[in-house]
Structures are given as structure tokens and as C-alpha cells.
């Protein structure tokens, strides 16, 4: 962690590099910050980012004798993603869900390239965090109310119960959170799908069906979710020609930020994604690609995705582009040049 009011002294691997006067990339094979006595980072233990202390580095590199750090916790202290999940006792996935709340958003600081947040922040949301007591509620959301726990944080809060327990039910969660049947049914699948999506990004040879069950999910309650992984699997591989396509749309002026294309799975069964184009001489409002059918025009900024992303007829606005699903970025501009 970076100690209160340390934040101007946070040095990264290209900053030390800088300092020897070399490359980041002669730095890093040389690795002197390995050498016995070098400080040690103040990133936390698996953070990609090595951060360093620059008074400590300093007094390395001069030959003196290296200062401590203070060892009082502070409000003010700055703690990245590992070890804000691990103060409130979740896992980082779960941080990655919380941190949109806007008081943590609002809080987050940044420091040598990586997130952080003031500790008081974070205890002041542990504090106020929905849901905590909801495991009191024995018979889950009372009759006739709505959800207990706002939508947003649903899924930080199902992750904390499916990471303590793979075997946990859609009934199980209603009761821990207050949730109504099907609000906890969704969150648990799409968790499970993305997890068993990302087992098989780590072991490709696995089937959704092994994945599951290498991760304790119980065979019964997964089925939806390994059909969901494998839409979730074919939305990662379309990822890269989506951004493909987006900066190329970009480069013609058509939009004013190189967005990603926000990517949808209607149903859990296929893959969408709509990209607005907000540039002024933008030939259409938006775009739609469906993994189908390709690329096609919207006539709506807001709701570029129909309702259950039905296909719509050509005419009114709607115009198919290219050829195929994957046509190539510049077939794409073609097709949408006056």
C-alpha cells in the first residue's frame, strides 16, 4: 500500500529506469531492483505494477540506510484492488464490481498507472454496504416489496457467496440478500458462466460440463450456465475484431472517442453489440452486429439493440452492410461512405 501523503513519492520500473539513465526494457532484464536490500514494493504481493517508494529507493541507491515506512494505519493510506477486497474480506473479482459504487468511484485515486483507493473510503463503504444484514431475513425479500440490495451491487454480493460456497442455490442467495428468486437466479448464473468462461481460457481443453465441475459447481444447477459460457467465450473471440471495427469508424470521423463496442447476450444464446456513431457527419445514429447476420444500421442512439435483439427487416433506417458476419473493417466503412 502507498502510505498517507506518500502519494508523490510513488515510483514505477520505468521511472527507476529512467534514473539509471537506460531502457525499461534493459532495466527490467537486468532486474537490479531483485539485488539483496532493495526496498521492497509498496504494491501488494501479484500486482502487475511494481510501485516504489522514492525516498526508500534514494537512500538505497546513495549507500545509506533505508527508512521505514510508517506503521500506522491511516485513513489516508492509498490501497489498490488486492488489498481493498482483502480489507473488507472479499475477493479482488468482487472489488472490481464494488468499486463502481460512486462514493469508491468518486475516491479512487490513481498512482503510478494503477487504481487505488483511500482506506477510510473503503471502510466507510463497508460500513454502509447493502446487504450485509440481510442475512437476518430468513424468509429472504418480504411479500410484496421490491429487491433489498440495489441491482448493481446484486452481483458483488452473490460472488462473495458463491466464492465461500461453489454449491450455493438461487434460494440460498434470496434468503442471504433479500433478492427476489429470479434477481439471484441470473446473478448466479452469469457468474458461474463467466467463471467457467474463464477456466477454459486457462485449461482449452476443458468443456463447459468439466469446467463447472473442476470448479465445484454442482452439475444440476449449471446448465444454463454452461451455455451461457460458451456465448461468453464467442463474445471474447469477436472482441478483437469489434475494436477493429471501431477504430476503423473511428479513424473516418464517424465517432468522437475510439469506443469499445458495448456487447450484449440476449437470452444468453447469442452475441450482439451496438456501437453508437456520435461523430457530426455520422451516416447513421448507430450500428448493430449480431454474430449471425453482421453488421447492419440502427436508427436509435439510446436502443440501438431491438427488443430481444429481433432482426429487423431492411427499410426505415435499417440497412445491412458487407457481406458475412466478419467483413473487414474497411468493407464496413465502404459500405457506409456516402
Given at each position: 500500500?502507498?502510505?498517507?501523503g506518500?502519494?508523490?513519492?510513488?515510483?514505477?520500473?520505468?521511472?527507476?529506469?529512467?534514473?539509471?539513465?537506460?531502457?525499461?526494457?534493459?532495466?527490467?532484464?537486468?532486474?537490479p531492483?531483485?539485488?539483496?536490500?532493495?526496498?521492497?514494493?509498496?504494491?501488494?504481493?501479484?500486482?502487475r505494477?511494481?510501485?516504489?517508494d522514492?525516498d526508500?529507493?534514494d537512500?538505497?541507491?546513495?549507500?545509506?540506510?533505508?527508512?521505514?515506512?510508517p506503521?500506522?494505519?491511516?485513513?489516508?493510506?492509498?490501497?489498490?484492488?488486492?488489498?481493498?477486497?482483502?480489507?473488507?474480506?472479499?475477493?479482488?473479482?468482487?472489488?472490481?464490481?464494488?468499486?463502481?459504487?460512486?462514493?469508491?468511484?468518486?475516491?479512487?485515486?490513481?498512482?503510478?498507472g494503477?487504481?487505488?483507493?483511500?482506506?477510510?473510503?473503503?471502510?466507510?463503504?463497508?460500513?454502509?454496504?447493502?446487504?450485509?444484514?440481510a442475512a437476518?431475513?430468513?424468509?429472504?425479500?418480504?411479500?410484496?416489496?421490491?429487491?433489498?440490495?440495489?441491482r448493481?451491487?446484486?452481483?458483488?454480493?452473490?460472488?462473495?457467496?458463491l466464492?465461500?460456497?461453489?454449491?450455493?442455490?438461487?434460494?440460498?442467495?434470496?434468503?442471504?440478500?433479500?433478492?427476489?428468486?429470479?434477481?439471484?437466479?441470473?446473478?448466479?448464473?452469469?457468474?458461474?458462466?463467466?467463471?467457467?468462461?474463464?477456466?477454459?481460457d486457462?485449461?482449452?481443453?476443458?468443456?463447459?460440463a468439466?469446467?463447472?465441475?473442476?470448479?465445484?459447481?454442482?452439475?444440476?444447477?449449471?446448465?444454463?450456465?454452461?451455455?451461457?459460457?460458451?456465448?461468453?467465450?464467442?463474445?471474447?473471440?469477436?472482441?478483437?475484431?469489434?475494436?477493429?471495427?471501431?477504430?476503423?469508424?473511428?479513424?473516418?470521423?464517424?465517432?468522437t472517442?475510439?469506443?469499445?463496442?458495448?456487447v450484449?447476450?440476449?437470452?444468453?444464446?447469442?452475441?450482439?453489440?451496438?456501437?453508437?456513431?456520435?461523430?457530426d457527419?455520422?451516416?447513421?445514429?448507430?450500428?448493430?452486429?449480431?454474430?449471425?447476420?453482421?453488421?447492419?444500421?440502427?436508427?436509435?442512439?439510446?436502443?440501438?439493440?431491438?427488443?430481444?435483439?429481433?432482426?429487423?427487416?431492411?427499410?426505415?433506417?435499417?440497412r445491412?452492410?458487407?457481406?458475412?458476419?466478419?467483413?473487414?473493417?474497411?468493407?464496413?466503412v465502404?459500405?457506409?461512405?456516402?
Open positions: 500500500m502507498i502510505r498517507a506518500r502519494h508523490h513519492l510513488v515510483r514505477t520500473l520505468a521511472d527507476l529506469a529512467a534514473q539509471h539513465g537506460v531502457g525499461i526494457d534493459h532495466y527490467t532484464r537486468l532486474k531492483y531483485k539485488a539483496p536490500g532493495f526496498p521492497a514494493p509498496v504494491s501488494s504481493q501479484g500486482s505494477t511494481r510501485l516504489y522514492a526508500q529507493v537512500a538505497y541507491l546513495l549507500g545509506k540506510p533505508v527508512p521505514p515506512l506503521a500506522d494505519e491511516d485513513d489516508g493510506d492509498l490501497l489498490d484492488r488486492r488489498e481493498c477486497a482483502a480489507l473488507i474480506g472479499v475477493a479482488p473479482n468482487s472489488w472490481d464490481i464494488y468499486k463502481r459504487d460512486p462514493a469508491l468511484a468518486k475516491a479512487r485515486v490513481e498512482a503510478g494503477v487504481d487505488h483507493w483511500p482506506r477510510g473510503a473503503v471502510l466507510r463503504f463497508q460500513d454502509s454496504r447493502p446487504g450485509r444484514d437476518a431475513t430468513r424468509g429472504g425479500r418480504p411479500k410484496r416489496t421490491g429487491d433489498q440490495v440495489p448493481d451491487l446484486v452481483p458483488a454480493l452473490t460472488a462473495e457467496l466464492d465461500a460456497d461453489p454449491t450455493i442455490s438461487a434460494a440460498t442467495v434470496t434468503a442471504r440478500l433479500g433478492v427476489h428468486r429470479n434477481t439471484a437466479q441470473d446473478a448466479l448464473t452469469r457468474l458461474r458462466a463467466d467463471r467457467i468462461a474463464d477456466r477454459i486457462a485449461e482449452p481443453a476443458l468443456t463447459p468439466q469446467a463447472a465441475a473442476a470448479l465445484g459447481y454442482p452439475a444440476g444447477q449449471v446448465r444454463r450456465a454452461t451455455a451461457r459460457a460458451e456465448v461468453v467465450l464467442r463474445a471474447r473471440r469477436a472482441a478483437p475484431y469489434l475494436a477493429d471495427v471501431a477504430a476503423a469508424l473511428h479513424r473516418a470521423g464517424w465517432t472517442t475510439e469506443a469499445v463496442p458495448d450484449q447476450l440476449p437470452a444468453d444464446d447469442q452475441v450482439v453489440a451496438a456501437l453508437v456513431l456520435d461523430g457527419q455520422a451516416p447513421a445514429p448507430a450500428l448493430v452486429w449480431d454474430e449471425r447476420h453482421g453488421w447492419r444500421t440502427a436508427t436509435s442512439r439510446r436502443h440501438p439493440i431491438t427488443r430481444g435483439a429481433v432482426v429487423p427487416p431492411e427499410g426505415e433506417g435499417v445491412y452492410l458487407a457481406e458475412g458476419p466478419t467483413p473487414p473493417p474497411g468493407d464496413v465502404a459500405a457506409l461512405t456516402p
